[in-house]
């Protein structure tokens, strides 16, 4: 079927350095896409969504990049802390009638000194 | 800033047995989404309400059932409880349907034993 996932299960990056997460998408009709970061024992966090609509969004330190030609989505974290340590989570919503998100399998980001 | 509040943080029962999961959402959400995550898995999405309605529907087994109350909490009921059932179980709220940001409970991890 149709689903979200993610190109690596762990990335390790040097405090300092960028990071990038990749993650693909499958359904084409996805119009709302989402990253968030999960901490252990916690909730998933949001950090940015982007709609189909636009192909880049910034946050703070944060940049998700759409590509729907290649259904791709990627989030960019500038100068990763060690706060960013935590398994990050891409998502579609695939809701009818609202929003239902379609997880992908998580990448675990592992900021080291 | 009120968060979404779940309970109970920890639930421990047998097979077989019910329980009944309790979310209330961040004052004026409308809408309630709940979640099952498997250890080490991705969240899946299984079901939502919007004005205490419900709205989409996803993997939820037949065993389980949710309600979406006049005060906009949310409860998911499940019965004949399984080892498999042993999960996290987040509800996320959020004002409207469609493309917005949802904010993420803290979760209540069931264990069946």
């Known amino acids: 079927g149709e689903s979200v996932g993610l190109h690596l299960p762990t990335l390790s990056v040097q405090e300092g350095d960028n990071s990038i997460i990749n993650c693909a998408y499958s359904?084409?009709?996805?119009?709302?896409f989402i990253w968030y970061k999960q901490e252990s024992g916690k909730g998933p966090q949001f950090i940015i969504d982007?709609?189909?609509?636009?192909d880049k969004r910034q946050g703070q330190r944060v940049t998700v990049l759409l590509n729907k030609t290649v259904k791709h989505l990627s989030l960019q974290i500038a100068a990763t802390q060690p706060g960013d340590s935590a398994v990050y989570f891409c998502?579609?919503?695939?809701?009818?009638?609202?929003?239902?998100?379609?997880f992908g399998k998580g990448t675990s980001l592992l900021v080291t000194p | 800033a009120a968060g979404v509040i779940q309970s109970p943080r920890h639930l421990i029962k047998e097979k077989r047995e019910t329980a009944t999961l309790k979310c209330y959402p961040i004052?004026?959400?409308?809408?309630v989404y709940w979640y099952q995550q498997g250890p080490g898995q991705d969240p899946q999405f299984l079901i939502s309400?919007?004005?205490?309605?419900?709205?989409d529907k996803g993997s939820i087994p037949d065993r389980f059932s949710a309600q979406q109350f006049s005060d906009y909490h949310s409860e998911l009921n499940m019965s004949s409880l399984e080892l498999g059932d042993s999960a996290l179980y987040f509800c996320?709220?959020?004002?409207?349907?469609?493309?917005?940001?949802?904010?993420f409970g803290q979760g209540t991890r069931l264990t069946v034993v």
């Open positions: 996320a709220s959020s004002l409207g349907r469609g493309n917005t940001e949802a904010f």
């Open positions: 359904n084409s009709a996805s119009d709302y």
């Open positions: 982007i709609r189909s609509n636009m």
């Open positions: 998502a579609e919503n695939i809701g009818d009638s609202g929003y239902a998100l379609n």
């Open positions: 004052p004026r959400h409308d809408t």
């Open positions: 309400f919007y004005e205490k309605m419900q709205s």
